[in-house]
């Protein structure tokens, strides 16, 4: 296969043209975005959805994650990443794969409905997981394509897949939240660094390889500026998988945590990896995926 998304194999940052779609679907009176949100969704490459859970989900999903964080001891020990020089649970991966809520809100129309519209095929989750960032310990997430590392180190082809954030806590200016660079995803830039094997050992907690350089990410942000993914809990942040973004630490007394799912389109599935040979373990990148049976209703029926 023709690597079109080649990085980490060069002396300089290269900022490259986009070779794929942003929207795979077309726009009809009966998908599940209006025709507003996906040209929005197109141009600047997030949306952000408000209102998209009733109440007690949210409470449901909020009290379902914080028994996981009271006692992770009860999940798999591989999929608990915690922050770097502390032991505070940064994320858990493979929560969809862990928990019988989280599979259902994965699986729910109200995500993954949008998710098959926008990519046009039928998705599995490539990943999921749920982040945390407690108060005055949650440290930061540096910018980053997500699509640069999942190209290169999980060998997905395209950029056919896109994530979804449902926040289970207030999402304000000031604990932390996400950021990005509008627009971005139409671009691709490419990263200096030979990839280590085995990078996810240490990439999960603090990501040194796969980031943009200082003056690109100037460029990026000089055109487009930079936007704070803020709402209130239970608000949808859907963003494509090649925008660039990372969030600032959280020094304040207010935690903020979201249940995170990557949508990848089936005909999209991953190949071998274009960078490091060794591939990352399932929790990180599934291999062995299932296409998502959508339901509809919601999450306390």
């Not at 996906?38 to 914080?66: C, H, M, P, S, T």
């Not at 505070?88 to 729910?108: C, G, K, M, P, W």
């Not at 200096?192 to 200082?214: A, I």
Request: hydrophobic share 35%.
């Amino acid at each position: 296969m023709v690597d079109i998304y080649r990085s980490r194999c060069g002396a300089t940052s290269e900022l490259r043209e986009r070779h794929d779609p942003i929207i795979y679907g077309r726009w009809n009176p009966q998908a599940p975005l209006t025709q507003r949100q996906v040209e929005f969704y197109e141009r600047n490459g997030y949306l952000i959805l408000k209102n998209v859970f009733i109440d007690d989900e949210v409470k449901r999903l909020q009290e379902e994650a914080q028994s996981l964080i009271a006692d992770p001891a009860a999940m798999n020990q591989d999929t608990i990443i915690t922050e770097s020089g502390g032991n505070e649970v940064r994320s858990i991966f493979a929560i969809h794969q862990q928990n019988t809520l989280f599979a259902r809100l994965a699986a729910d129309q109200r995500l993954a409905g949008i998710a098959r519209f926008l990519l046009d095929d039928i998705p599995y989750i490539h990943q999921s997981r749920l982040n945390y960032k407690p108060g005055f310990a949650g440290k930061e997430f540096y910018w980053h394509s997500d699509f640069e590392t999942w190209h290169v180190e999980d060998g997905m082809p395209q950029m056919r897949a896109l994530s979804m954030s449902v926040l289970l806590a207030d999402n304000n200016e000031n604990n932390g939240p996400l950021l990005l660079i509008p627009g971005s995803h139409a671009s691709y830039i490419t990263c200096v660094g030979e990839t280590p094997e085995e990078h996810y050992r240490t990439s999960l907690r603090k990501q040194e390889y796969g980031v943009p350089d200082c003056d690109s990410l100037r460029h990026l942000a000089s055109m487009h500026g930079i936007e704070a993914m803020t709402g209130e809990a239970g608000t949808v942040v859907m963003f494509d998988c090649n925008i660039m973004h990372g969030s600032n630490s959280n020094i304040t007394p207010f935690p903020r945590s979201n249940a995170f799912f990557v949508y990848n389109a089936c005909s999209n599935a991953l190949v071998e990896p274009f960078g490091p040979k060794t591939q990352r373990p399932a929790f990180v990148a599934d291999r062995s995926f299932e296409p998502l049976c959508i339901v509809d209703g919601t999450l306390t029926e």
